[in-house]
């Protein structure tokens, strides 16, 4: 049973990760919603106008005192560190996530993709490994675990880039928007050159697309039932990315994200093609049984 405060924060966080994760098997499933919800509760802290740093380190600290075994009283704090114990997250993991929470307090642009790998790993490749440890996956598994987590993360900053503006920040390096002629990116400082604009958007979402491509390659180590939900939001988030390229001054007018209706509708097609799968899994295990036994004779 998934504790209310923990389904509500996750059902208000992410509808396309929602709405793909509770067709994980239940155990999984549960897991899935106190690592969101650990995570999302961080990163409100530091997405709020004006910013809570006093909760945020407030919340941190009651991390630290929980994996040193004090019962936190904060169903999120405690239900994270069951996991984490259970799982056996590697808890510097959990210390580069809230680096990276630390950095959006204090940092606002970056210069190159050097200085804004540490925020990414920290911010989203854990993730993906906090995910492989949840799944069970082998060790494989985890570069690509990074780059989906890495990807995923790296769209955000382009859907999100009005609403990061309002919150004084900018994730592109300095050297991208160089390249296009921008200095900022503002919807009044790009005004005169929206076609720049446009090829800086373009080329954000190629390098999103090339991290997806490596990630997707250790879709093979995951397993046809676990892989449909962690699918469907690859597939929601390119379909996100195709609409923006089609118009990337559309990200200064909506934020643009898959209704529910076509989350469930993928979803479905992934869950057919799954149980046709199984279903000849299953028919080619038996006939090897079958075979063996009339070997055996």
């Known amino acids: 049973m998934i504790d209310k405060t923990i389904h509500s924060i996750f059902k208000k966080g992410s509808k396309t990760y929602f709405y793909t994760t509770i067709f994980f098997p239940g155990n999984v499933k549960s897991d899935v919603f106190t690592l969101y919800s650990f995570l999302r509760k961080a990163d409100d802290y530091v997405d709020s106008i004006p910013q809570d740093i006093e909760g945020f380190n407030n919340f941190k600290n009651r991390y630290y005192e929980g994996i040193n ?161 962690i699918k469907t939001a690859s597939e929601m988030y390119l379909w996100t990315s195709d609409q923006i390229y089609k118009n990337p001054l559309v990200v200064y007018d909506k934020k643009i994200k898959p209704s529910i209706l076509r989350i469930i509708l993928n979803i479905g097609i992934g869950l057919g093609k799954c149980a046709k799968i199984i279903s000849k899994k299953s028919k080619l295990h038996k006939k090897s049984v079958i075979l063996s036994k009339i070997d055996m004779k």
């Open 69 to 229: 075994g004090v019962k936190t009283g904060d169903v999120v704090i405690d239900s994270f560190i069951e996991l984490l114990n259970r799982k056996e997250f590697d808890s510097k993991w959990v210390d580069a996530f809230f680096i990276s929470m630390e950095m959006d307090l204090t940092v606002s642009s970056y210069k190159t993709f050097d200085e804004l790998d540490k925020y990414l790993y920290g911010s989203s490749e854990v993730v993906g490994l906090f995910m492989a440890k949840i799944l069970d996956l082998p060790e494989d598994a985890y570069i690509s675990a990074k780059y989906l987590g890495r990807a995923m993360q790296y769209l955000n900053f382009i859907r999100d880039i009005d609403e990061d503006l309002d919150l004084g920040r900018n994730y592109f390096p300095e050297t991208e928007l160089v390249k296009y002629g921008l200095s900022r990116l503002e919807y009044d400082r790009i005004q005169e050159n929206k076609e720049n604009f446009r090829s800086l958007v373009r080329s954000q979402i190629d390098i999103y697309k090339e991290w997806q491509m490596k990630a997707e390659e250790g879709f093979v180590f995951i397993p046809c039932r676990y892989l449909i939900p």
